[in-house]
């Protein structure tokens, strides 16, 4: 069972408009959230994380907003850019010292058009 | 600076045969994580080291498959007897201590068991 669920398995955006990836997770144990960005034929690229106890975290154009109560975190891109374009996965770990045993979603294909 | 390092970047072999997937971490990382993501996943995670000893080893789906870190810094996976299920793409990462410390990773090993 996928205890981190990307329902999305691909989107499109225009340039210079908002990209927004959706996640949802279904262990109460998780504490700490990330988005990666991966390129084909490249290893995952970090982007951002947020801790649960934020509801929303922001880094230049990207911003993760978290809402515990519905298990559902949420990836802002702002404005998209065609250089955006790869697959973004949303990863969620539980309290467990330094352990990052990351649990990953599917992955949403992002396409940014110009 | 050099990033994780991960060689060879494609390997095929034969079901049956041993392998070995080397990873080469960011100078001063003590945790070194592998996973292994098949087509149209998220990656999963293997095996966790904090310095020589892995301190997580709950991922490694049997007993075919081995990990080593002698000297604290490059790792090593192994698989015995490989299996054509055994083919994916094998990601080493490697961060600084500390659970908010992002995973920085390699490109990869892509294996493929003919």
């Known amino acids: 069972d996928q205890q981190v669920k990307q329902n999305s398995p691909s989107l499109s955006v225009q340039e210079g408009r908002i990209s927004i990836l959706n996640c949802d997770y279904t262990?109460?144990?998780?504490?700490?959230f990330l988005w990666y960005k991966k390129y084909p034929a490249e290893g995952p690229t970090f982007l951002i994380s947020?801790?649960?106890i934020k509801d929303k975290n922001e880094d230049g154009r990207f911003t993760v907003f978290l809402n515990k109560s519905a298990k559902h975190l949420s990836l802002h891109i702002v404005p998209s850019q065609p250089g955006d374009s790869a697959v973004y996965f949303c990863?969620?770990?539980?309290?467990?010292?330094?352990?990052?045993?990351?649990?990953w979603g599917l992955g949403t294909s992002l396409a940014v058009n110009p | 600076g050099a990033g994780v390092s991960q060689t060879p970047s494609n390997k095929v072999t034969e079901k049956g045969k041993y392998v070995e997937l080397r990873c080469d971490p960011i100078?001063?990382?003590?945790?070194l994580y592998w996973y292994r993501q098949s087509l149209g996943q998220g990656p999963e995670f293997l095996i966790y080291?904090?310095?020589?000893?892995?301190?997580?080893d709950s991922g490694l789906p049997n007993d075919r498959f081995f990990a080593v870190r002698p000297e604290g810094s490059v790792s090593t996976l192994k698989i015995q007897r490989t299996e054509r299920g055994d083919s994916a793409v094998y990601l080493c990462?490697?961060?600084?201590?500390?659970?908010?410390?992002?995973?920085?990773f390699g490109n990869g090993t892509r294996l493929t068991v003919t």
């Open positions: 947020i801790s649960s």
């Open positions: 100078s001063g990382h003590t945790a």
């Open positions: 080291f904090q310095g020589t000893g892995a301190a997580d």
């Open positions: 262990n109460s144990m998780f504490d700490y």
């Open positions: 990462a490697s961060s600084l201590l500390g659970r908010t410390s992002p995973l920085h």
């Open positions: 990863a969620a770990s539980a309290q467990a010292g330094n352990n990052r045993k990351l649990i």
